[in-house]
């Protein structure tokens, strides 16, 4: 107890030169969900399916170093906590899939007792000896969770709100990645930050540019298709999905005038866009300034364990988080995008929730509806309330 106390106490307190090696962990892809949601269109049960697949990997590859460091101190249950993440795994994502759906209400429910459950567990299995260890472990499942569940279900979210939003972020933070180690490689002089050597001013610039360039261009391409545009509606009346629809005034074709500086460079008054191709640039933007930074964090966690990668599951590239550590700020700024300056009122969600209400609430709302329209002048005032 003493050697362990004193070795932790020295970890924690001190400095970092006593932190267990963390030896590259071998692994193989888990295993994907078995059933997919029946009625689901292909083109979001498959990047459903990947989302799923890459939260899942990545939440393993994290919680492997966290028991390699703490295997060392024989904490109590490490283990056969280990053994059952899979399956604790399976239903954070089951849960994060349907709640992404908006079917969820029960299963919030379960979801909420299981966790319930697992705390109340966690609770019973401290032991005086290894208090500090056990609360650090419960931190890093959290963390871990906060990491990885929570964007991937921001990422379905997304996905449900049309491929394009889906398409096109992850794709501007790919470019990014490529053109800032492009420019890096021929032009990079100035080093960017200590976590990374190898970034410089010079690639983080120049794949800025790029990523701008490339996210217009890709969405003046996906926006030309309904297959790319149309959200992910579901009847809970009819148990069917719904993904054809009108596409709304954001893909549209509009006129935009050009600043006057630019109309006699490029010889026109007014240029024809889609409106998406816009709100493109706020994402490319934050592909390329914001999104490194997820990379930074994931270097310098990893130089904070004295480890090269997260995992060997690529060959020569590492875990699958070193390949998606700057995808996850790119979600959860998509979601707080859309949800800030995209999404509106949808009369189908209003309509279903008011014929949930008791029949006096809906004539009270009915009412309150009829005579707001009528002093708005949509209708005629002879149309009363009794009529």
Same mark, same amino acid.
């Given at each position: ?30 295993? /994907? ?24 990997? #990545? ?6 170093? *966290? ?13 056969? %906590?280990?053994?059952? $993440? ?10 994060? %899939? ?17 966790? #319930? ?25 959290? &963390?871990?969770? %906060?990491?990885?569940?929570?964007? @991937? ?14 398409? $096109?972020?992850?794709?501007? $933070? ?9 420019? *890096?490689? =021929? =032009?990079?002089?100035?080093?960017? /930050?200590?976590? @990374? ?10 794949? +800025?540019?790029?990523? $701008? ?16 545009? #149309?959200? &992910? ?52 933007? +934050? ?8 990379? +930074?964090?994931?270097? *310098? +966690?990893?130089?904070? =364990?004295? /480890? ?9 590239? *590492? ?14 700024? &998509?979601?707080?995008? /859309? ?49």
């Amino acid at each position: 107890y003493s050697k362990i106390e004193e070795r932790f106490g020295e970890l924690d307190l001190k400095n970092d030169t006593d932190i267990p090696e963390v030896h590259q962990p071998t692994d193989r892809t888990p295993e /994907i969900l078995r059933k997919p949601l029946s009625g689901l269109s292909y083109r979001y049960t498959k990047p459903k399916y990947l989302v799923y697949l890459i939260q899942v990997k #990545c939440f393993h590859e994290i919680i492997t170093i *966290g028991y390699r460091v703490y295997h060392s101190y024989d904490l109590p249950w490490f283990r056969t %906590l280990s053994k059952n $993440v899979k399956n604790y795994k399976y239903c954070i994502a089951r849960f994060c %899939l349907f709640t992404a759906i908006r079917i969820t209400l029960h299963n919030m429910r379960m979801s909420f007792v299981l966790y #319930c459950t697992g705390f109340c567990m966690f609770v019973l299995s401290l032991v005086k000896r290894h208090y500090r260890l056990q609360f650090y472990m419960f931190a890093w499942t959290h &963390v871990t969770l %906060l990491i990885t569940v929570t964007q @991937s279900h921001l990422v379905i979210q997304n996905l449900f709100e049309g491929m394009i939003w889906f398409l $096109v972020p992850i794709s501007s $933070v790919i470019c990014n990645d490529i053109a800032a180690y492009i420019f *890096g490689f =021929f =032009f990079g002089r100035t080093p960017l /930050i200590k976590l @990374s050597p190898k970034k410089t001013w010079e690639g983080f610039i120049g794949g +800025f540019f790029i990523t $701008v360039l490339f996210g217009f261009v890709f969405a003046y391409f996906l926006a030309q298709y309904q297959y790319f545009v #149309c959200p &992910v509606e579901y009847n809970s009346e009819t148990n069917q999905f719904a993904t054809e629809c009108e596409p709304s005034e954001l893909f549209q074709l509009q006129k935009y005038s050009i600043p006057s500086l630019l109309q006699a460079l490029l010889g026109r008054e007014t240029v024809t866009l889609y409106p998406f191709q816009m709100h493109s640039i706020a994402l490319s933007t +934050f592909a390329s300034l914001i999104g490194p930074f997820g990379g +930074f964090f994931a270097s *310098g +966690f990893k130089r904070a =364990f004295k /480890i090269k990668d997260f995992a060997d599951t690529i060959p020569g590239h *590492g875990g699958i988080m070193d390949r998606f550590d700057c995808q996850y700020l790119m979600a959860t700024f &998509v979601h707080v995008y /859309i949800t800030s300056f995209i999404r509106g009122p949808n009369p189908s969600k209003l309509l279903k929730q008011l014929l949930v209400l008791q029949p006096e609430q809906q004539l009270n709302v009915y009412k309150a509806l009829k005579l707001h329209l009528i002093e708005k002048g949509l209708l005629p005032p002879s149309f009363s309330l009794r009529g």
